[in-house]
């Protein structure tokens, strides 16, 4: 008789706080325990809903623990974040340089238009990931257009030389905005016209 064992994944003790049962639990570490977290938290939120996504659930499914995964991700939010993050490219570490500046900044625009959009590979009746994606491609957003705006003024662009913090941050924001506001997705001709009607005559000093 093997005594001091600890209950599986699918025995009741495993499951008394409600969640599904899982893979019996394995000793595993550092990115590969992480990938199966990931790849559990998609599958759980693709069978149940956002809504009704848990910690315990998640960890159920992966065959760990809850301690597991709040070590990693505070909340649901987040690792369902991170879990999308997979399957969806995350804005690059550095914007593309196309060689100009309405160029690079259309990039950033289409690159925070794919990311804030993730979310409806998923089931969110709420909107509560949703705004919690679409919030965080905008401060990728920010980020990359103070590099775009640095990368412009080393070339020699004199439009760069003029934009101020409000001006820099008013793409992604108009960006964001469309994105909340509206149903449909935002096509690349609306962000064509965000840069060349919106930006640009105020980053070379001229009125709309």
């Known amino acids: ?3 001091g064992s ?3 994944a699918t025995s009741p003790a495993a499951v008394a706080d409600g969640a599904p049962p899982g893979p019996p639990r394995t000793r595993r570490r550092g990115a590969v325990l992480e990938d199966a977290i990931l790849d559990a938290a998609w599958d ?3 069978a149940v809903g956002y809504a009704q996504v848990t910690m315990a659930g998640v960890a159920a499914r992966a065959g760990t623990s809850k301690a597991a995964l709040y070590r990693r991700w505070p909340n649901r ?3 369902l974040a991170a879990a999308i993050d997979r399957r969806v490219a995350p804005l690059a570490a550095l914007p593309a340089d196309t060689g100009s ?3 690079d900044v259309i990039a950033v625009l289409q690159a925070v238009n794919r990311r804030s959009r993730a979310a409806q590979a998923v089931p969110d009746p709420g909107g509560e990931l949703t705004a919690y994606l679409r919030h965080r491609a905008a401060a990728e957003g920010f980020e990359q257009m103070d590099l775009v705006l640095s990368r412009a003024r080393q070339r020699g662009e004199a439009s760069a030389t003029r934009v101020s913090t409000q001006v820099a941050r008013l793409p992604v924001s108009v960006l964001h905005s ?3 506001l ?3 997705p935002v096509p690349d001709q609306a962000i064509t016209k965000i840069v060349d009607e919106l930006f640009l005559p105020l980053a070379a000093g001229r009125e709309t």
């Open 182 to 184: 509206g149903i449909a």
């Open 44 to 46: 759980e939120v693709a």
């Open 178 to 180: 469309e994105l909340c």
């Open 77 to 79: 939010t987040e690792v």
């Open 101 to 103: 500046l309405r160029s």
């Open 6 to 8: 600890q209950p599986s």
């Open 1 to 3: 008789m093997v005594t």
